[in-house]
T-cell receptor, first 117, second 118 residues
Framework: GAVVSQHPSWVICKSGTSVKIECRSLDFQATTMFWYRQFPKQSLMLMATSNEGSKATYEQGVEKDKFLINHASLTLSTLTVTSAHPEDSSFYIC?????????????FGDGTRLSIL | AQTVTQSQPEMSVQEAETVTLSCTYDTSESDYYLFWYKQPPSRQMILVIRQEAYKQQNATENRFSVNFQKAAKSFSLKISDSQLGDAAMYFCAYRRAYSGGGADGLTFGKGTHLIIQP
């Protein structure tokens, strides 16, 4: 149980386009999901916390207009990288925790490798 | 703000031997969770072990155990009988306990690259 699906796993697109990444909790409800970014050979950095039915909370230094987050249901959060540029190329990973269970660990998706040409 | 420090960028160990990965953290919270995650080349994040700060007993999962020293803010991971499949990046992570006022994401250390020599 506790599976998180992330799609797509790899995307290559031209500079200036927008890219949407989906994060789904397949067998549990998640009021809160998290989005992380990982540059090559570096650690994961929390970008934002996605809250179902309300606005996302962004970490300091993360542009909210650049990284649009929508959490329209208890099982789906999306991250849209708008007007992507080569410096946005990175590995993006989402995670989710079961609603109402505070001591549960986060379950991670398999990540999305984003390459902007 | 909380910080997590892993001072060993890379560690190497012979197969079947024991290795310890270090992690220290800084926080003003009294209640929190600590985790060790494994990230193989596939980049999938795999939970290895976790520790609740209010528990004095060190967590253990088969060949993996931790040495949690709350006063020293230290949380090391010991891998016994190392296997080739243990080779990966290992990240130490922190999360404050859910207080009802909002959920917090994980704060990760920079990671330790573990090499297993056959």
């Amino acid at each position: 149980g506790a599976v998180v699906s992330q799609h797509p796993s790899w995307v290559i697109c031209k500079s200036g386009t927008s890219v949407k990444i989906e994060c789904r909790s397949l067998d549990f409800q998640a009021t809160t999901m998290f989005w992380y970014r990982q540059f090559p050979k570096q650690s994961l950095m929390l970008m934002a916390t996605s809250n179902e039915g309300s606005k996302a909370t962004y970490e300091q230094g993360v542009e909210k207009d650049k990284f649009l987050i929508n959490h329209a249901s208890l099982t789906l959060s999306t991250l849209t990288v708008t007007s992507a540029h080569p410096e946005d190329s990175s590995f993006y990973i989402c995670s989710a925790r079961k609603t109402g269970v505070s001591n549960q660990p986060q379950h991670f998706g398999d990540g999305t490798r984003l390459s902007i040409l | 703000a909380q910080t997590v420090t892993q001072s060993q960028p890379e560690m190497s160990v012979q197969e079947a031997e024991t290795v310890t990965l270090s992690c220290t953290y800084d926080t003003s919270e009294s209640d929190y969770y600590l985790f060790w995650y494994k990230q193989p080349p596939s980049r999938q994040m795999i939970l290895v072990i976790r520790q609740e700060a209010y528990k004095q007993q060190n967590a253990t999962e088969n060949r993996f155990s931790v040495n949690f020293q709350k006063a020293a803010k230290s949380f090391s991971l010991k891998i016994s009988d190392s296997q080739l499949g243990d080779a990966a990046m290992y990240f130490c992570a922190y999360r404050r306990a859910y207080s009802g006022g909002g959920a917090d994401g994980l704060t990760f250390g920079k990671g330790t690259h573990l090499i297993i020599q056959p």
